[in-house]
């Protein structure tokens, strides 16, 4: 639900098979890449000051 919630696609389009499971992975993995790239810039951030 990850990528409905954040916008990447819409429920309807995991519910009438417009989008895969093959989809679905790949916004989820991106997503995660996002908030990991994130917490690394925030460390880094904390970790200057």
């Keep these: 639900m990850r990528p409905v919630i ?4 819409r429920y309807e389009s ?3 098979g417009t989008l895969d499971l093959a ?3 790949l916004m989820n993995d991106s997503l995660d890449v996002m908030e990991e ?3 690394l810039v925030a460390a880094r951030q904390n970790h200057g000051k």
Excluded: I, Q, W
């Design 6 to 9: 954040k916008g990447m696609c």
């Design 23 to 25: 989809d679905l992975a």
């Design 14 to 16: 995991l519910k009438d």
């Design 37 to 39: 790239n994130r917490a």
